[in-house]
């Protein structure tokens, strides 16, 4: 079946085929390596009182993305980022005439690269990445946002 998704598509955008709905294989990450890189393959969304424009140090600025992304982990510690943020604050029209605007969020740009090195075990940081790809990372996850893969 054709599907249309997004903007224009009375003009011909949007159309794509779905060809094949098989899962693929989990990766694996290479346990002989002491880091592993994840990028985004999709839009992040986190709120936006987790940054500020305040200059930090590399340390201080690795805690912000660890308590804004990754305070579930464990067994990973977050050793570089290379992102860009963008500052996304939409309209909500079922509030009514004049209180339209959403609250403002954080959006971390596709391609975004997430570095960290492994601070336990090959398998208790194997089972963190697994959740990682699983879940994503940021909010709104479940309409298609934050979505991890391995680099």
Same mark, same amino acid.
């Given at each position: 079946d054709l599907i249309e998704i997004g903007k224009y598509t009375s003009s011909g955008y949007g159309e794509f085929i779905v060809t094949?709905?098989?899962?693929k294989e989990q990766q694996q990450y290479s346990s002989d390596s002491s880091s592993?890189?994840?990028?985004?393959?999709?839009?992040?969304? %986190?709120?936006?009182?987790?940054m500020d424009n305040e200059p930090v140090s590399n340390e201080e600025y690795l805690k912000k993305w660890k308590n804004a992304l990754f =305070?579930?982990?464990?067994?990973l510690k977050l050793k570089r980022v290379q992102a860009e943020l963008d500052i996304y604050r939409g309209y909500d029209t079922t509030k009514g005439w004049g209180?339209?605007?959403k609250d403002p969020c954080l959006v971390i740009t596709?391609?975004? %690269?997430?570095?960290?090195?492994?601070?336990?075990?090959?398998?208790?940081?194997?089972?963190? %990445?697994? =959740?990682?790809?699983?879940?994503?990372?940021?909010?709104?996850?479940?309409?298609?946002?934050?979505?991890?893969?391995?680099?």
């Open positions: 094949d709905l098989r899962p592993v890189k994840l990028f985004l393959t999709s839009e992040a969304m %986190i709120d936006a009182g987790w =305070q579930d982990l464990t067994c209180k339209a605007f596709e391609g975004s %690269i997430f570095e960290f090195e492994s601070t336990n075990s090959a398998e208790k940081a194997q089972e963190e %990445i697994n =959740q990682l790809l699983r879940k994503g990372i940021g909010i709104e996850t479940n309409n298609g946002y934050g979505k991890l893969n391995l680099l």
